[in-house]
């Protein structure tokens, strides 16, 4: 009886992993089709990584997990940028905009938990507004290289933690 219990139990499972990578599939596939910019492969892998989205049953719950996703990227890109600066391992003339970097992922982080929390409340609206709030922090981040001609060394981060918010934004979108 208990090897009978144990391999329900088991398809149940996999049956629920299968239906959450249908869900992933089918989400990132409509969203990339509605927004250019948002790399479908990057989104399918970005989501069947994170344990998170494996377990989302709705296109609500990948909203979230995809949120919580951002805002973990945020917070681990300001460390890196905090440490380069630390450690003071950057290229010549990139401190300034180094340290702005820093500032910008502090705005991406408020906005990320304040789209969290509107998440939890299904006010996909709001969360769609801080969302959009966040995803413009990478590229401002960039733009201060640009400005003195000095070449990112996080550039690479950058474009990921652009992936990364414009999945959930891509999603409320959906919603």
Do not use: W
Not at 33 to 60: G, H, I, M, R, W
Not at 94 to 110: F, G, H, I, Q, R
Request: hydrophobic share 40%; charged share 20%; proline share 5%.
């Amino acid at each position: 009886m208990k090897f009978f219990v144990s391999v329900v139990m088991f398809f149940l499972l996999l049956n629920c992993f299968a239906a959450a990578q249908t869900l992933i599939r089918d989400s990132c596939k409509t969203a990339a089709a509605k927004d250019p910019n948002l790399n479908y492969d990057f989104c399918v892998q970005s989501l069947e990584q994170d344990p998170q989205s494996k377990t989302a049953t709705s296109l609500s719950g990948l909203v979230l997990a995809s949120t919580t996703n951002a805002e973990s990227k945020t917070t681990n890109l300001k460390g890196i940028v905090e440490t380069i600066l630390k450690n003071k391992t950057y290229p010549p003339g990139t401190e300034p905009a180094l340290s702005t970097c820093v500032e910008l992922y502090d705005d991406a982080n408020n906005s990320l938990n304040e789209a969290l929390m509107n998440v939890k409340s299904a006010d996909y609206k709001s969360a769609n507004v801080d969302l959009s709030a966040a995803l413009d922090e990478p590229g401002t981040c960039e733009d201060g290289f640009k400005e003195t001609h000095a070449k990112s060394p996080i550039t690479n981060e950058n474009n990921v933690l652009f992936q990364k918010i414009l999945i959930p934004l891509a999603f409320t979108n959906m919603l």
